[in-house]
């Protein structure tokens, strides 16, 4: 069973940084794509960025042009680097694993970003 392990989130002042990893303890060896979603207070759970097949990317609106996403295969990672942050970045963080298969999905366990003064 593969297990996403988050690294931990934090409060940070708006307009701050925060980077965010994720890092499956297996292998992949299935097509996958690999990402980050958010979910807010009293809010649906939302796409922030995705690392599809192929190595192309997709943003939420709400995000592009302040977080970046990249993955590094060898060490089975996915990272956000959040900049700018905003007080309606505040949720709680959730890393995504999906394989070619819709049965083989996996979670992260999520962690809290707080953007606050």
């Known amino acids: 069973q593969v297990q996403l392990v988050e690294s931990e989130g934090g409060l940070v002042q708006p307009g701050g940084t925060l980077r965010l990893s994720c890092t499956a303890s297996?292998?992949?060896?299935?097509?996958?794509?690999m990402g980050w979603y958010r979910q807010a207070p009293g809010k649906q759970r939302e796409l922030v960025a995705i690392v599809v097949p192929g190595g192309g990317t997709n943003y939420a609106d709400s995000v592009k042009g302040r977080f970046t996403i990249s993955r590094d295969n060898a060490k089975n990672t996915v990272n956000l680097q959040m900049n700018s942050l905003k007080p309606e970045d505040t949720a709680v963080y959730y890393c995504f694993l999906g394989t070619n298969l819709p049965s083989r999905e996996y979670w992260g366990q999520g962690t809290q970003v707080t953007v606050s003064a």
């Open positions: 297996e292998r992949i060896r299935s097509i996958w794509r």
